[in-house]
């Protein structure tokens, strides 16, 4: 009887029906219904188009070919509807979010009512299902993305909650489609408690997925422009909607990233490959991606967002990397959000090199991050990376390239610096240590840095202007240390070098053998109008030459030169000069110098101030008393030289006098001499007859650069008086 009344299960359509509708609160509809009991198989029921439309009625939410269940009898008695086996035939299932972000089936998701009997599953098949979701909160159009092809099977476990899965389908997403596959235990949510609350734990494989779909999504999060590429990934996942543990591999061919606020351009690698981990509190979440690989250079790190939803969510990032080449990967560096003028300084003079990222940080409010710039964002960025084989060009006046080039870069508190750089400076090594202080500081960046450097040949020349030194040669070991701090308008540097292992020489004028005393100290100070150098001192064996500079950068006669010594001893002097070695110099000379002019024409200085001599002796030839005592001082000025008042020995003679150059372009020296007596033996001049006793000798002459000329020249020998004119 049971059995007839249920074949006939059309005659209760109605009935059946209504109470569908109270349960979904939908309207629902099928074509045909058949039930069917036996003792064998149980309750059997069969629909035919089975179809639940929308709240509104306006669209399909749910329809299905053909549905097949089977229920099992014995639980009936217990309020428990237990589905000993479903089968549907091309179900479709259309889910909608609207513009409000709200879905069609929230109401579905979240009811707690508890149901008048319990339903329970054994096993389920779906053969050639459907699910579409359209996503108005994306645009007017909605996007949509859908599985096609569903084939799933469902089997409940034994004697353990939760049924086991196995899936397949096509995912279409606009124009592209890609594979999903997917197998796992489903553990539903208790009775009363929504459907967000169930477990899952499952393996999904995901084939050809087209990431510019998803775009839109993204973009709540990051500002990116454009995403293309096909992904291919693995991921093993446990937990609930909201909270959940992942980790899988990603590989993405045919990428392409535009993120203007990141990156200076488009960035189209060939390959990336991607282990990651990937935990959801439900307000957080946390990556953490333990090899990422692009174009061969590997890379790790950890991304977390916590306050997913607020307004202004906190971000944080760290990554490492392997050695990659600068060139190579110059692209791929985040110069948008590296401060400006350590950006610019890096492009400008850090040219090519290997480098690896050891700390990378971000960690910060995304207004933050949006605007590192403010005081109270400084620390939002940090970054340590590693350099080796690095170039560093200075780019101007033809200056030797740094290369070579190892140590530390790192970018801390908008503070750059460099560590323990260790490199060649063209063929010189050196060592560098240096840093720019907090862009977003009130005032200019401060710049530091200290190198110590030793100056081969090359070097050295380029330092002193190779073209107009031709005749300069240089050679052996010297210690060069600069250090320098300051704002860019006024940089302040000190340098020592240290040139005692040194051997240098120009032309016939100037030889100095390595392992002589010999030092170079001067401080000095840049800007944007001149070079000041407050002090220099050059120490040769303890004979100090010192003074300042100044040197405008525009101006007729941009330079000008103060030169101070104390009591130099010209007989250690003229140690290093050949031409005056010759006549074997003694005594003191003082000097007190100032100069102005061009450096390119150094002849046509100006020069002022004076050089006193303190017994001095000197030899000017081999049949000529050397000369002694000479003691005077030369005044420059006016463009020329004048010592009056000086006084010597020749010999047992004295002689006092007086010399001008009133050109020193010119080099012609006018002087006027006298003596009481003088012995002609002592200046050379010894005839047949022996020495003569020349008196009251005065002398006018103007000696140049190849002849000498005599004004006027009076004697008395014996008891003639002589007079040439």
Known sequence: FASRQLAGLDAHKETILKIMREALDREVGYETGRASLTVRHGLSIDFTHLAVREKDGSSELFEIEAAA??????????????????VLKNPRLFLQRNQDGLLNIADLLA?????????????????NGEVSFTDYTRGAKGLKTSLAGLQCRIDQRRLRSGSRFRMSAIIHENDSEGGLEAAGIFVPASTGKPL?????????????????????????????????????????????????????????KGAMLDYPDVFEKKLSPELV??????????????????????DGVSLAGRFSI??????????????????????????YIPWKIIP???????????????????????????????????????????????????????????????????????????????????????????????????????????????MSLEPARDEVLWLLGKEKLTQFVFDGASSLIISGRGPAENFKIDTR?????????????LKKPGGRHNRLAASLIINEDKLKV??????????????????????????SLRLKAGALDLHRVASFFPGLKKIDPAGVCRISLFARGAPDAPEEFIWRGNVSFENISFSLSNGMERIRGLTGTAIFKDGGIEASRLQALIGQSSIKGSCRMSNLHRRNFFCRLETPQINTDDIGLTGRDGPVMLREVRARFTAGEDRVRIGRLSFGAGKSAFVFS
């Open 497 to 509: 070098w240290d040139l005692t292992g040194a051997t240098y020489s120009y032309g016939d004028e």
């Open 111 to 127: 009811r707690e009512t508890k149901p008048a009997m319990s339903l329970g599953l054994k096993n389920v098949v779906i053969e």
């Open 196 to 252: 967000g609350e169930s477990t899952i734990e499952t393996s999904i494989r995901l084939t050809g997925l087209d990431l510019s779909h998803y775009l839109p999504y993204l973009q709540d999060y990051v500002s990116i422009s454009a995403l293309a590429g096909r992904l291919d990934g693995e991921v093993m996942l446990s937990g609930k909607a909201a909270q959940f543990d992942a980790q899988g591999k990603i590989a993405l």
């Open 340 to 450: 400006e003028p350590v950006g610019d300084f890096i492009k400008e003079h850090v040219t090519g090199g290997n480098f690896s990222l050891t700390g990378g940080t971000l960690a910060g409010r995304q207004s933050q991050i949006t605007d590192m710039m403010k005081k109270e964002n400084a620390g939002v960025l940090a970054i340590r990376a590693h350099v080796h084989e690095g170039v560093f060009s200075v780019g101007a006046g033809g200056a030797p390239d740094f290369t070579n080039i190892s140590g530390v870069l790192e970018l801390k508190n908008r503070r750059f610096s460099l560590a323990g750089m260790e490199g060649r400076f063209g063929t010189s090594p050196f060592r560098l240590d240096g840093s720019i202080s907090d862009f977003a500081a009130p005032g200019p960046a401060v710049y530091t840095a200290k």
């Open 306 to 331: 916590s306050g997913m939803g607020e307004d202004d969510p906190f971000l944080s990032a760290s990554a490492t990397s392997s050695f990659f080449s600068l060139t190579k990967m110059h692209s």
């Open 534 to 559: 407050p002090s220099f001192e050059f120490d040769l064996e303890g004979q100090k030459l010192g003074g300042s500079a100044s040197y405008n950068f525009t101006g007729k006669s941009p330079l």
């Open 273 to 294: 490959e991607l282990d990651y981990q990937l935990k959801s509190t439900g307000s957080e979440v946390q990556l953490e991606v333990s090899r990422l690989a692009v």
């Open 69 to 86: 269940f089977r229920v099992d009898l014995l639980p009936l008695f217990a309020k428990r509807v237990v589905l000993r086996k479903a």
